[in-house]
């Protein structure tokens, strides 16, 4: 089984910091890319960051220059800085884990639980 465990959401003003962290566990043969979602009230879940294996990125226009993803392959972890948060950054964030499992060559979508970013004065 794999599981995808998030941290680090929480409430903070406009114009702050946040980090957020997901460390993939179970029996993974390999990685191909993770990446965070978001998704507001009444809104269709949208892509925020992606990283590949090799550290290609990818980055909404809402969030470039912003944002950073990056990634410590060994631990099997995936970061989120976010910086210079904004009112509409609110949202529930997902991270997402494309990889083979152990046993395997097929290549499957994981999700965590998701950890709730709000950002309010």
């Known amino acids: 089984q794999v599981q995808l465990v998030e941290s680090g959401g929480g409430l903070v003003q406009p114009g702050g910091s946040l980090r957020l962290s997901c460390v993939v566990s179970g029996s993974i043969f390999k990685i191909n ?6 998704q507001a009230p009444g809104k269709q879940r949208e892509l925020v960051a992606d990283i ?3 550290g290609i990125t ?4 809402s969030v470039k220059g912003r944002f950073t993803i990056s990634q410590d392959n060994a631990k099997k972890t995936v970061y989120l800085q976010m910086n210079s948060l904004k009112p509409e950054d609110t949202a529930v964030y997902y991270c997402n884990a494309a990889l083979y499992q152990s046993g395997t060559f097929l290549l ?3 999700w965590g639980q998701g950890t709730q970013v709000t950002v309010s004065s």
Do not use: S, V
């Open 58 to 61: 990818k980055y909404a226009d």
């Open 52 to 54: 590949t294996d090799g």
């Open 33 to 38: 890319h993770m990446g965070w979602y978001r």
């Open 108 to 110: 499957r979508n994981y």
